[in-house]
């Protein structure tokens, strides 16, 4: 299996070698040997998928031991507050991949998966691989994309050097007899082992073969998303825990966990850990009833704009340049990312990413919270958060379309609805609210049976006639 990889590789050698001219062109020593005098950082964003707020250690979890992912927040910084634009899968990657709301460019829902054109990131909206390639950076995707099928939303049109993975928003973990949309670049790959794994795996080989010269991993695995599978060795972990779904869960928990400490491990062997800016998130909240992924002590799960569905785990590393064990309570969001990196590589920030720079926030630099406000849409659901205060509307939980206000300092389980007593202040945030989503374009496609606009739109007028 490797040797099928390493053939594939060989179309990406001209590309990981033009940069290596623009890296001299900065006085960044690129050859092998000895590391470099100068060098800019290397970036490393691990994503999982459908990992509830309360499912690692350093948020909680008592049954599921996560001590890799655990050192993240132990050796850099914890976000308390940390959440993602939205509650469902693409539409968050679109959003930190870009550091711009996503409604910004109508992507509020999943693409469907027929390979239109629509359905995908606008080639008009950069990624943050785009803005590194440009700088001379190595970069490599590994695992889910979820930001289009067709050709030119491809991660290697995308501004990826390197694309080990599936386009889609789901895969299974092992083998079957179906046939797998794993691939190496365009290519589709026949076999594999365990994704999770193979995901690392390839992460690590990217490393190796770039670690002279600065790199950018996007390392987004599919791991803890459905379906529930795990190799029986992980599963043996569990076999005290009753629950059949919970001890699946636990045990592809346990393997993303030593798959990030095998991608830690080698930066480490490598000395590069201490030049690398590490993030680690998830894209939304569990989704409780299906793989039993916890997000106490809020409420609501994946797919709501409730503090379950949004609220995530939220760690990120820089060892030497931030503090180690640091809890962060302000709010921050996952489109921080980009310009947080963009900061961190000496980057100019462009004036339209929502994201901040959390970097001065950090380090004691900067003063008060990153965000005057945070905002969601997700079809009819909608929350604008205003410092303590979030005003939220979610009709499939409130049974309504009137909008509930909470005080999260106060009630982080968001039970007590102040709207009765605080109109005012309702009213307040709804205008924030107003003022935000008028800047938003309506969805290019609907959730659902994801039909774009413009064909539900065609299909009504012929109804008309």
Known sequence: MAGERWVGRRKFIATIAGGLGFLALRGIEASEGSLPQKRLPNILFIAADDLGYAELGVQGCKDIPTPNIDSIAQNGIRFTNGYVSCPVCAPTRAGWITGKYQQRFGFEFNPGSAPKEEFGLPTTELTIAERLKKLGYATGCFGKWHL?????????????????????????????????????????????????????????SFIERNRNRPFFVYLSFNAVHAPLQAPEEYIAKFKHIGDQRRRIFAAMLSALDDAVGMVLSKLRELKLEENTLIFFVSDNGGPTRQTSSRNDPLRGFKGQVLEGGIRVPFLMQWKGRLPAGKVYEHPVIALDICPTILAAVGAEIPK??????????????????????????????????????????????????????????????????????????????????????????????????QRSLQQRQRRRELQRT
């Open 148 to 204: 289009g099928f067709t050709k030119e939303h491809h991660p290697l049109n995308r501004g990826f050097d390197e694309f080990y993975g599936f386009l889609g928003g789901a895969h299974p973990y092992l083998p079957t007899s179906g046939r797998s949309a794993i691939m190496l670049g365009f290519e589709p790959v026949t076999k594999f082992e365990f994704t999770t794994m193979d995901f690392a795996r390839e992460a690590i």
């Open 352 to 449: 339209d990413l929502d994201g901040v720079n959390l970097l001065p926030y950090l380090t004691g630099e900067g003063k008060g919270r990153p965000h005057e406000a945070l905002f969601w849409r997700f079809g009819r659901q909608w929350a604008v958060r205003v410092g303590d205060f979030k005003l939220v509307c979610c009709p499939q939980e409130f049974g309504s379309d009137e909008p509930q206000l909470f005080n999260l300092a106060e009630d982080i389980g968001e039970r007590t609805n102040l709207a009765p007593k605080m109109p005012q202040k309702v009213k307040e945030l709804k205008a924030a609210y107003d003022e935000w989503n008028d800047k938003n374009i309506p969805p290019k496609w609907v959730g659902g049976r």
